[in-house]
Nanobody, 122 residues
């Protein structure tokens, strides 16, 4: 079964840094676009950044210049380096994979991780 597992969240002071990781498992051959979303209490889930399998990236305006998304295709892992964190970055961060091609054939679409909490104190 395909799974995305996030790690790296935690509590950090404003101005600090965290690095999130999201590892995909379950007999995966390749993954197309991967992305990070976040959801703060009482708010809708929003796109933070995404990266295609050609390493094209897109960022939300509120993280440009502070966050960097990257991926390691050999490890089926996507990362989010978060610098200059602000209290308003506090949220649960979710990893998403647009489509995954599995060993033996077949695709799975729109797969989500369970989320990792990021809390930034002022």
């Amino acid at each position: 079964q395909v799974q995305l597992v996030e790690s790296g969240g935690g509590l950090v002071q404003a101005g600090g840094s965290l690095r999130l990781s999201c590892a995909a498992s379950g007999g995966i051959v390749s993954i197309s676009t991967m992305a990070w979303y976040r959801q703060a209490p009482g708010k809708q889930r929003e796109l933070v950044a995404r990266i295609t399998n050609f390493d094209n990236t897109k960022y939300a305006d509120f993280v440009k210049g502070r966050f960097t998304i990257s991926r390691d295709n050999a490890k089926n892992t996507v990362y989010l380096q978060m610098n200059s964190l602000k209290p308003e970055d506090t949220a649960v961060y979710y990893c998403n994979a647009d489509s995954l091609f599995r060993i033996g054939g077949g695709y799975e679409y729109d797969v989500w991780g369970q989320g990792t909490q990021v809390t930034v104190s002022s």
